[in-house]
C-alpha cells in the first residue's frame, strides 16, 4: 500500500522497496560535532599490533569454517558448504582474494555487494515499513569481517563496562533483567521513590554514522590500518532488495550497519559504550542522579544491545537531564531516539504524575510489570501472565508440528532438542510454579505421545519414566523442573565464586556478601531462589553441598568457617577447638602461617579437645599452600566447572523414578526402532492382554499371527510359531547356533553370554531390534491393513532394512555381499 493505494504493478513496488531503503541508507549530511573526551579504556600497543597482523592463510580456513555452512548465499550465489568441499580446488584463490581487501584497504567492484531480505515485523504486513531488512552478504565480504570480528572478540571485553552484557565473552545476557527485579523489589521493599526510562532507538543498526563511528574507534586506541579496514568495509557497500524473489537494482550505502554482518553487534556496542561513557560523566556533573544502592554502587543505566533502560531518582531535572544527553548523542551518531516506542514508569510516585510527565516527553506510561529484554519483572502478578504466556507459546509452538507426519522417534528428537529449550529465558529467572510445571510436562506428554486436543489415547508409559535418564530405564528427556533448578543455581554458583560483575556487586550490596550462610535481605527474586534451594536440601537434595573451595594462597577463605577440606567445615568437625579459637574468621594462610594454636583463648586441655587438635593437625598435614587464588569447583564432574546439566542430572536422580536395568540403546537403528525395544522390554505395547487389561474390549484375545493362545509380548515375539521360525533364520544367518527363547529377560541373558567383537555384538542387538519392530509391522498389517501380508517376506525385509539402517547410521563400509552370507565376520 502507497500512500493509500493499493498497487500491484511489479515494478512500481520494487520502486517503492527500493527508494525506502536507499532513503534510510542515505548520505547523512554534516557532521554535527566530535567526541571531547578522552576514554578510560584504551588498546595498548600490543593489542593493536595483534589487530593489524597480516592475515595467515590458515585464519581464513578457519573463517570459512566458522561460517554457517547452509546460510543463504548473497548475489555470488555461493554457501560455504561448496567453500568447504571444494577448499583444495578454490581454497588458494578465496585465500588472494581476501589477503587482496586487507593490503588495500577496500573490495573490488562487486565483492561488497549484498541482497536485503524482508523479514515481515507483523502478521499481515501492507507497508514497506512493515517489513526488516536482512542483509545476504556475499562470501568473500562475509570472511573478511569474520576474520576482523574474530580479532576483535578478544580484545573487546577490555573495552566495554559491565553495564554492557550483549554479544560478548563471558557476559551473562540475563543480568540486566534480573538486575532490573532486585531493584524493583529493593524499591518496593523500601518505598523509595525510582524512575525506569526504558529508551527505543529508531532503527538504530541502520542509522549510525560512520564519520561518528570512526571517532570511536579513534577514542579506543585502534589503529589507523584497522579503522581503513572497517571504513574499507563499509564505504564499498551496495544493495539490492529482494521483492518476491526478484531484486531491484542497486543503491548505495552511506550510513549503518548491516543486520548479518558478524562485525556489526561488536560495532555497535562500541558505540553504545560511547554514550555509557558520556552518561557517567552527566551523572558525575550531577545533570543526572542515578540509584544508589550503597555507598560504593550508583546504577544509572543497563543497555542490552540497541536497547536501553535509565534508573535514576524521580524528578523534572533528571528527565530533561536524560533527553538533553540522548539528544547530542543522536546529532553526533546518527540514532534518534523513538519516544513512542520508549516508556516511562514512576516507582512510588502518583499515576496522574507519571502519566504527565510521560505526555511531556512524547512516550508511553510503562506498567508494573514491565517487559524488559524479552522478560517480565515486577510482582507476582506479572509472573501469572509471563507464565501463562509462556505456556501458551509452547503449546503454539507444538501445534506447528503435524503429529501424524512425524514419527515417534522424531518426537522425541524435537522434545530433547527444539521444544526443551522453548521457555528458557523465562526460566533461567524465575522459579517457575508446580501448576505451570505440570501443564508445560502434560504439552510434551501429549506430543511425544501423538495425542492431540480432543484425543483419548492410552499413555502405556508413565511420563516420568520417559524423563528419567538412560541409566536409570528412562529415555533422558530430563524434566523442566530440573531445567529450572538447574538454570537458578547457576545464579547462586556464580555469587559463590564471585565473577566480579555488576550483578554480583549489586547483590552483595543489597544481601550481603557472605557467601557461605546464603541469605536475604527481603522478598526479591534473589530471595526465592535462595528459599527453593534450602527447600531443596530439606527434601535431602543439597547442591551447594558439592561446590566447594580449592585452597590456592588461602587469602579468601575462612579457616573454621567454609568449606574447603573434607565434608564438612572445620567449626563444625571440630567444635570444641573452634570455641577456644579467638579469630573465628581468620584465613586459612593467616591460621597456617602461624601455631594452629596462638590464637586460642587458653591452652588446649586433655581428653576430647586434644584429640580435636591431633585430628586436625592430622588432617592439615596435607595441605600446602600456592600462589594461585582459591577458587570455587564443582565436585559433580572431574574437571570442577559448574554447568546446569550436571545439576540437572542430579535433581532427576533424585525426584525421578530409578530402574536397575538401563535402557538399551542402539545408534546403528533409528530411534523410533529404539523406543519400541525399549517398551517391548518393559511390556508396554498394545498387546491384546495388555488391552484387556485396561479394560479395552477387542474382537479376540488370542494371538493374531498363530490364533492359538492369548497373545502377550512374550508369546508374540518369543514364543509364537512364527517368531521362532525368524529367529531361528537369524541365528543360522549369524552363526549362533538355533536358539529360542521364551521371554525378553531370556534372551537378555543368552545375548550378555553371545561373544563377538563388541562393534558386532551391538549390530547384531540392532537386528533384533529391526526383527521384532518387523514382527510387529506384521501383526499389525494383518489386523489392520486391506491387502494381508506375506510371511515368506518377513526375514527378507529384516535383512534388507538392517542392512541400510546400519549402513547409513553406522559404517559405509558394509557390503550387501558380506551382509547376507557372513555378517558376523564384517570387518569394521
Not at 551473562?172 to 532507538?201: S, T, W, Y
Not at 509472573?383 to 501424524?404: Q, Y
Not at 564443582?634 to 538401563?662: C, H, M, Q, T
Not at 529404539?674 to 518393559?682: D, G, Q, S, V, Y
Request: hydrophobic fraction near 45%.
Amino acid at each position: 500500500m502507497i500512500k493509500g493505494e493499493w498497487v500491484d504493478d511489479p515494478i512500481r513496488v520494487k520502486d517503492e522497496f527500493r527508494n525506502h531503503f536507499a532513503d534510510r541508507f542515505n548520505d547523512p549530511g554534516t557532521r554535527h560535532g566530535r567526541i571531547n573526551f578522552s576514554f578510560p579504556n584504551r588498546l595498548t600497543f600490543e593489542q593493536v599490533s595483534d589487530l593489524e597482523a597480516s592475515v595467515s592463510d590458515e585464519e581464513i580456513r578457519k573463517a570459512v569454517w566458522g561460517c554457517g555452512d547452509i546460510k543463504s548465499p548473497g548475489p555470488d550465489g555461493f554457501t560455504f558448504e561448496f567453500f568447504r568441499k571444494f577448499w583444495t580446488v578454490v581454497g588458494p584463490d578465496f585465500c588472494i582474494a581476501v589477503k587482496w581487501f586487507f593490503e588495500h584497504g577496500f573490495f573490488a567492484t562487486g565483492c561488497n555487494s549484498s541482497f536485503v531480505t524482508l523479514i515481515p515485523k507483523t502478521l499481515d504486513p501492507k507497508l514497506v515499513s512493515e517489513f526488516r531488512p536482512i542483509s545476504l552478504i556475499g562470501s568473500l565480504y562475509k570472511v573478511v569481517t569474520k576474520i576482523l570480528a574474530t580479532r576483535l572478540s578478544f580484545v573487546i571485553s577490555d573495552l566495554i563496562s559491565n553495564v554492557q552484557t550483549a554479544f560478548l565473552p563471558n557476559r551473562q545476557i540475563l543480568d540486566g533483567p534480573f538486575i532490573i527485579n532486585e531493584i524493583l523489589a529493593r524499591c518496593k521493599h523500601k518505598n523509595q521513590q525510582a524512575m525506569f526510562f526504558k529508551v527505543d532507538f529508531a532503527k538504530a543498526y541502520d542509522s549510525i554514522r560512520w564519520d561518528y563511528l570512526d571517532d570511536v574507534l579513534n577514542a579506543f586506541g585502534f589503529g589507523s590500518r584497522w579503522r581503513s579496514w572497517i571504513q574499507g568495509s563499509l564505504n564499498s557497500g551496495k544493495a539490492s532488495v529482494l521483492v518476491n524473489g526478484s531484486p531491484t537494482s542497486e543503491f548505495q550505502f552511506h550510513r549503518g550497519l548491516k543486520q548479518g554482518d558478524p562485525l556489526a553487534p561488536f560495532l555497535f556496542i562500541l558505540i553504545m559504550e560511547s554514550l555509557h561513557l558520556s552518561f557517567n560523566r552527566a551523572v558525575e556533573a550531577g545533570i543526572f542522579t542515578g540509584l544508589r544502592i550503597d555507598d560504593a554502587l550508583t546504577i544509572s543505566h543497563l543497555f542490552y544491545a540497541d536497547d536501553a533502560i535509565f534508573i535514576g531518582e524521580w524528578s523534572k531535572e533528571n528527565l530533561k537531564g536524560i533527553l538533553n544527553i540522548l539528544n547530542c548523542f543522536s546529532l553526533l551518531s546518527g540514532m534518534s531516539i523513538n519516544l513512542k516506542k520508549s516508556h516511562i514508569l514512576g516507582l512510588g510516585i502518583r499515576g496522574s504524575i507519571v502519566s504527565e510527565a510521560a505526555a511531556s516527553l512524547g512516550c508511553s506510561v510503562m506498567k508494573t510489570p514491565f517487559n524488559y529484554l524479552g522478560i517480565m519483572v515486577g510482582g507476582n502478578m506479572s509472573l501469572v501472565k509471563s507464565w501463562d504466556e509462556t505456556v501458551h507459546k509452547l503449546t503454539k509452538r507444538l501445534s506447528k508440528w503435524k503429529l501424524k507426519t512425524l514419527s515417534i522417534g522424531g518426537r522425541l528428537t524435537l522434545l530433547k532438542s527444539v521444544l526443551g529449550s522453548t521457555p528458557i529465558y523465562n526460566m533461567s529467572i524465575f522459579k517457575v510454579p508446580k501448576t505451570v510445571l505440570n501443564k508445560m510436562e502434560n504439552l510434551r506428554r501429549n506430543f511425544f505421545n501423538g495425542i492431540q486436543e480432543g484425543d483419548r489415547k492410552i499413555t502405556w508409559v508413565k511420563w516420568h519414566t520417559v524423563l528419567a535418564a538412560k541409566k536409570f530405564g528412562g529415555l533422558g528427556v530430563s524434566s523442566f523442573f530440573a531445567l529450572n533448578r538447574g538454570l537458578l543455581a547457576k545464579w547462586v554458583w556464580r555469587f559463590l565464586s564471585q565473577d566480579n560483575s555488576l550483578w554480583c556487586q549489586l547483590i552483595s550490596a543489597i544481601h550481603g556478601s557472605n557467601i557461605t550462610d546464603l541469605s536475604t535481605a527481603y522478598p526479591s527474586t534473589w530471595n526465592s531462589i535462595i528459599k527453593e534451594f534450602n527447600y531443596l536440601k530439606v527434601q535431602g537434595v543439597d547442591v551447594f553441598s558439592h561446590c566447594k573451595i580449592r585452597i590456592g594462597n588461602g587469602l579468601h577463605t575462612r579457616f573454621w568457617k567454609d568449606l574447603w577440606i573434607g565434608d564438612c567445615t572445620l567449626s563444625g568437625l571440630f567444635p570444641r577447638l573452634f570455641a577456644l579459637d579467638t579469630e573465628k574468621d581468620i584465613s586459612v594462610a593467616g591460621k597456617l602461617q602461624s601455631p594452629l594454636v596462638s590464637s586460642f583463648r587458653r591452652n588446649v586441655r586433655g581428653g576430647i579437645e586434644e584429640q580435636q587438635l591431633e585430628h586436625l593437625v592430622a588432617l592439615l598435614d596435607s595441605v600446602i599452600l600456592s600462589n594461585s587464588n582459591d577458587r570455587w569447583v564443582s565436585d559433580l564432574n572431574g574437571d570442577g566447572v559448574f554447568r546446569v546439566k550436571d545439576v540437572r542430572n542430579l535433581l532427576d536422580e533424585f525426584f525421578l523414578p530409578r530402574a536397575d536395568i538401563p535402557t538399551r540403546w542402539v545408534k546403528n537403528i533409528p530411534i523410533k526402532v529404539n523406543i519400541f525395544a525399549w517398551k517391548l522390554a518393559l511390556d508396554r505395547l498394545p498387546t491384546r492382554a495388555n488391552l484387556v487389561q485396561r479394560n479395552v474390549v477387542t474382537e479376540s484375545q488370542s494371538c493374531p499371527l498363530c490364533d492359538a493362545i492369548l497373545e502377550d509380548t512374550s508369546h508374540l515375539f518369543f514364543n509364537c510359531s512364527l517368531a521362532r521360525d525368524v529367529t531361528r533364520l537369524l541365528c543360522r544367518w549369524w552363526n549362533l547356533g538355533v536358539q529360542s527363547f521364551s521371554s525378553y529377560a531370556e534372551w537378555l541373558v543368552w545375548f550378555n553370554s553371545v561373544r563377538l567383537a563388541s562393534n558386532l555384538k551391538v549390530i547384531l542387538e540392532g537386528v533384533f531390534y529391526v526383527t521384532w519392530w518387523s514382527l510387529w509391522n506384521f501383526r499389525n498389517q494383518l489386523l489392520f491393513a486391506s491387502k494381508k501380508p506375506r510371511k515368506e517376506s518377513i526375514f527378507d525385509d529384516i535383512v534388507l532394512r538392517s542392512f541400510c539402517w546400519c549402513k547409513a547410521r553406522g559404517s559405509s563400509k558394509l557390503r550387501w555381499d558380506s551382509w547376507i552370507q557372513h555378517p558376523y565376520l564384517i570387518s569394521l
